[in-house]
């Protein structure tokens, strides 16, 4: 009897060493302040559209979800110290489209891997892109654009939030859809590169609405076009690449909200949760639409099949424009 209690207990001891270890939240989380870190400058779409949620998240819950900026290296900087952090739920990521879907085609060596180190917790908004050029410039519409190129190729220049992020790509893709030669020039975030655009140092870029539009409507920018597939209701008199003589061209970015990969499943099923509700509010749905973005709501299932499909999207869009990372 005791060799066959030894045995039991053997097996025991075993068994819960092999079993996977599982980390359980708090039941009131959060307890304290939570940190909300942004691969990208404040004033860029995923800045303001997280903030945007960070502070609903704060009313809600009482405790500060606070936002710090790693901005640089196409948001590669932020995710990967993201991948260091304790899965406690009490550290997330802001991030979009470029870090979590582009960057696996664009780089042959990152410091994470997206489905091992993530969990995409929510999705915040889709943000097309507005072609826009500076009010002094000849350039009123897509096809005046092209037919500059074409005269003086080489010559433009274009500029994006850094190279590998989502507009670098997307204007290579227009490149290589309408056969122009530009030359890229990266900042490091689209806020500098709409401040050199609106001060004549760049001639064009495509840039979120998110960010362009109190520029646009300020009269310091000018649209030429939207990158979306419809019209953005934004700007509704404003005609898509699509419309414009490349019909089929689409590329717009998304803005999600990211968790360290074991963060505690019920605590990624309660800010899930809470965040689609903020996000089906009339107040929230109508203030993002008046940004040019609008709400991406997906449960915790839909979103890790979502980020496979945008994955292998822009991934197959990379290959097909020949874009590469600088």
Do not use: C
Not at 116 to 122: G, L, N
Not at 226 to 246: F, H, K, N
């Amino acid at each position: 009897m005791n060799s066959l209690r030894s045995s039991l207990a053997a097996w025991i001891v075993g068994a819960a060493a092999a079993w996977p270890a599982v980390t359980l939240a708090s039941p009131d989380y959060p307890n304290r302040p939570v940190r909300v870190m942004i691969g990208f400058p404040a004033g860029q779409a995923t800045d303001v559209l997280t903030r945007a949620i960070a502070s609903r998240l704060s009313s809600l819950y009482g405790q500060q979800f606070f936002i710090e900026n790693r901005p640089g290296a196409a948001g590669i900087i932020a995710t990967e110290m993201a991948t260091k952090v304790e899965h406690d739920g009490y550290t997330l990521l802001g991030s979009s489209s470029g870090p979590l879907a582009v960057n696996p085609s664009l780089y042959s060596k990152l410091p994470y891997d997206v489905q091992r180190d993530f969990v995409v917790v929510a999705g915040l908004a889709v943000v097309p892109y507005a072609v826009v050029v500076n009010p002094a410039s000849p350039v009123r519409d897509i096809r005046g654009l092209v037919e500059l190129a074409k005269s003086r190729p080489g010559k433009l220049n274009y500029a994006s939030g850094g190279s590998g992020v989502t507009n670098h790509l997307v204007t290579e893709m227009f490149k290589a859809t309408a056969g122009i030669d530009m030359v890229h020039i990266p900042y490091k975030g689209g806020p500098a590169g709409l401040a050199d655009l609106a001060g004549g140092q760049v001639d064009v870029m495509f840039e979120t609405l998110t960010a362009t539009l109190p520029l646009i409507r300020g009269g310091k920018l000018r649209p030429i076009a939207v990158s979306s597939a419809q019209r953005s209701a934004a700007l509704p008199d404003m005609p898509t690449i699509a419309e414009s003589g490349y019909p089929g061209f689409s590329g717009v970015p998304w803005v999600a909200l990211a968790a360290p990969a074991r963060t505690p499943r019920d605590i990624l099923r309660k800010l899930n949760t809470d965040i689609n509700k903020i996000l089906s509010s009339d107040e929230v749905r109508q203030s993002f639409q008046a940004q040019g973005s609008e709400p991406l709501i997906m449960d915790l299932d839909q979103l890790a099949e979502f980020v496979r499909a945008e994955t292998a999207k822009w991934a197959k869009a990379v290959k097909a424009s020949g874009a590469k990372a600088d």
